[in-house]
């Protein structure tokens, strides 16, 4: 079975500067695959970014990028340069190669302010 | 852009009705996943449909129900609703592994 906790149930953060949203997660498997997800008002969960365990490298995508920490298991994603549409909620989640499902975790609120 | 839309996007039901949502796949994808959304939480995955069959379930009763069309498109249905099943309900597609495509849900409120 899969777990993934996010602690932070909110967050708040300038515009212009730096949040770090903290995930960890539990699986018995030695390759997996790690996710950001974002759920604006819209409702609509959008990928932010995607990791594979077997992958040293720390991915990014643009002003996201991750900090992945196999033997910690802890998967942070940090936001930068923080705008106002990225005001939502964010999601961690997993999976393993057999197994068809995500597993999300609670989620963070993250609230940009002007 | 031909991503996945859901059908209703609001609905209210009274306890005991049943319920069918809708999910028509981004063009190209082969597979749909049904997620229902507490409000607050994670979602929980319910099922996953692949050619025309239940591939893999989720720990939810029989009262959670799917069908996949040949189209690829995809219903959830809900019998003798409760309560608690008042949700905002996720569609997923994909083809094979490569990655899921989320609709912007259907919100069902059972009163």
């Known amino acids: 079975a899969q777990t993934v906790t996010q602690s932070q149930p909110e967050m708040s953060v300038q515009e212009a500067e730096t949040v770090t949203l903290s995930c960890t997660y539990d699986?018995?498997?030695?390759?997996?695959?790690l996710f950001w997800y974002k759920q604006p008002p819209s409702r609509q969960m959008i990928l932010v970014i995607r990791?594979?365990?077997?992958?040293?490298q720390n991915a990014t995508e643009n002003r996201f990028s991750v900090n992945f920490q196999k033997a910690a298991k802890s998967f942070s994603l940090k936001i930068s340069d923080s705008q106002l549409g990225d005001t939502a909620m964010y999601f961690c989640a997993s999976t393993i190669p057999n197994d068809y499902k995500l597993s999300f975790g609670a989620g963070t609120t993250v609230t940009v302010r002007a | 852009d031909a991503g996945v839309t859901q059908s209703p996007t609001h609905l209210i039901k009274t306890r005991g009705q049943q319920v069918t949502l809708r999910c028509s796949p981004k063009?190209?994808?082969?597979?749909v996943s049904w997620y229902q959304q507490a409000l607050g939480q994670g979602p929980q995955f319910i099922f996953q449909?692949?050619?025309?069959?239940?591939?893999q379930r989720g720990n939810f009763p029989d009262r959670f129900s799917g069908h996949q069309f040949p189209n690829y498109s995809s219903e959830l249905n809900v019998n003798a609703l409760l309560l608690g099943d008042s949700a905002l309900y996720l569609c997923a597609s994909s083809f094979g592994r490569t990655g899921y495509t989320f609709g912007s849900g259907t919100r069902l409120t059972v009163v």
């Open positions: 063009s190209g994808h082969d597979t």
């Open positions: 990791q594979e365990a077997y992958k040293q």
């Open positions: 699986t018995s498997e030695s390759n997996y695959y």
């Open positions: 449909y692949y050619e025309e069959e239940e591939r």
